[in-house]
Structures are given as structure tokens and as C-alpha cells.
């Protein structure tokens, strides 16, 4: 009998080990339209307003959208969430965190494919990058404007992920610059009257070749066109509303 109990101990800490970690407390609300939007980040914790559900699932794999397939009001629903690790853990930490959390509150089931898709792949030119190390611990900020984007303690990743839902493209990033930095890229002297008439107000069909330039001459990056075999995120299943909190 001590040999049995010595067995079903020794598998229940094997468990214990391998089970995917969660949050230790987690709330889940529906947006109200015409509240704040926003996104608020820090170590343990994760304060997301009004936004998609496609981002949370980017946020989760750790991936961009046009990486994500799946029904279409993935990116139309919107909700709250508000949680909390029981340690400062990193995103990379709380990545498996947000996925077992919309498995267990949203029914998500996946699968991942890897495809060959058109992107748009970034490295550092030959005259070096122009970026500002910032690793000063904190709470690092990533904002945008209406043609312009700021990182403080950002990383390229944010930048990537932005410009990549933004333009509807995917982004590769080959710079090898994984750190926390300091950078703005403005594409407002790029673009003319004229292509924000012809775009009707969406975004301008130069935009991919006006951004490019600008990753060029601001940040010192070079972009090329090109297919690139990528890891894809395909949603078989997912409530549209959450089980209760």
C-alpha cells in the first residue's frame, strides 16, 4: 500500500509540474461602447479595455493577426480583461497564462499550420541601427498617433505587431535587436494629399512601400518584399461570450 501511495504522490507532483500555469485571479466583462480603450501591461499583470478578441489570441501565441485564422468576429468582439499572476512574471510568462484562460472562459480550441506567406522582412541596414537602448526598469510605453508611433523601453516586437495590423501584412523581424529601446518613426512628410484622397481615408496603397522608407531613413532598418514560411494560429472553436466570472 506505501508503494501505491508512494506512486499516485509521485504522479501528482509530475502533474502539478507540467499543468499550464494560470492567473491567479482573472475577470472577464463585455465592453461598454464609449468607455476608454487602452492596454496597461506590467510584470504580473494584464489590464486590457475594449479590446478584439483577435488580439487577445495574438497576444496569448505570441503572434500577429494576419497570422490568426479564424471566423471573422474574432476581430469585431470586444471585452475587459483584468488579470493577475500570482508572481512578476514576464509576457512571455503570462503568454500560456492568457491561453488557458480564454481555453477554459472562451472554449478556444486551435492549431497551428505552418504557411508560406507574402511579408515584409526587416533587418538592419548596413550603416548600423538608429535606436536608443533603454533598459531602464519601469513601465515601458508604446503609443501611436494618427501617421507616427512611439516606443519608450519598447520593444521591436510592438512595432512589428502595430505595423503588421495596421498595413495587413506580416512582418519579419531579422534585426536580432531582442531589448528594450527607444524609438519614433513618422511617416506624415511620406504622405501626400493626393494618396489620402485616392485611399478614401483607409490606409494608402504606397503604405507599405512610404513605411518601408521610413524604417529606412528614421530607424535605420532595411524592408524587403518576400514569402516566408510562418507559424500560423487556426481557431477550430470559440465561444462568442465568456462563462461567468
Known amino acids: 500500500m506505501r508503494s501505491l501511495a508512494i506512486i499516485v504522490f509521485t504522479a501528482a507532483m509530475a502533474f502539478a509540474q507540467t499543468a499550464a500555469p494560470t492567473f491567479e485571479v482573472a475577470t472577464i466583462r463585455a465592453y461598454e461602447q464609449g468607455s476608454p480603450r487602452g492596454t496597461d501591461i506590467t510584470p504580473g499583470n494584464i489590464n486590457m479595455r475594449g479590446v478584439r478578441l483577435i488580439e487577445y ?12 485564422a479564424g471566423p471573422g468576429w474574432l476581430g469585431d468582439l470586444r471585452f475587459d480583461i483584468s488579470a493577475k499572476a500570482a508572481t512578476a512574471a514576464t509576457n512571455g510568462e503570462m503568454r500560456p497564462m492568457m491561453q488557458a484562460l480564454l481555453a477554459e472562459r472562451f472554449k478556444l480550441a486551435i492549431h497551428r ?35 507616427n508611433l512611439t516606443g519608450n523601453g519598447a520593444t521591436l516586437k510592438q512595432l512589428t505587431d502595430f505595423i503588421s ?18 524609438y519614433h518613426v513618422d511617416i506624415a ?27 529606412q531613413e528614421q530607424l535605420g532598418f532595411k524592408v524587403d518584399s518576400g514569402k516566408v514560411p510562418m507559424e500560423v494560429i487556426v481557431v477550430d472553436g470559440m465561444e462568442k461570450a465568456p462563462t461567468e466570472n
Do not use: C, W
Open 57 to 68: 489570441v495574438t497576444f496569448a501565441y505570441g503572434v500577429q493577426e494576419i497570422q490568426v
Open 113 to 147: 499550420e505552418t504557411r508560406d506567406m507574402s511579408a515584409l522582412i526587416m533587418t538592419v541596414g548596413k550603416n548600423g541601427h538608429k535606436l536608443v537602448v533603454n533598459d531602464v526598469p519601469g513601465s515601458p510605453s508604446f503609443s501611436t498617433g494618427r501617421l
Open 165 to 182: 495590423r495596421e498595413l495587413k501584412v506580416a512582418i519579419v523581424d531579422q534585426t536580432g535587436l531582442a531589448g528594450h529601446y527607444n
Open 189 to 215: 512628410a511620406f504622405v501626400t494629399e493626393e494618396m489620402m484622397r485616392n485611399s478614401g481615408g483607409g490606409v494608402p496603397i504606397e503604405a507599405p512601400a512610404i513605411v518601408a522608407k521610413a524604417l
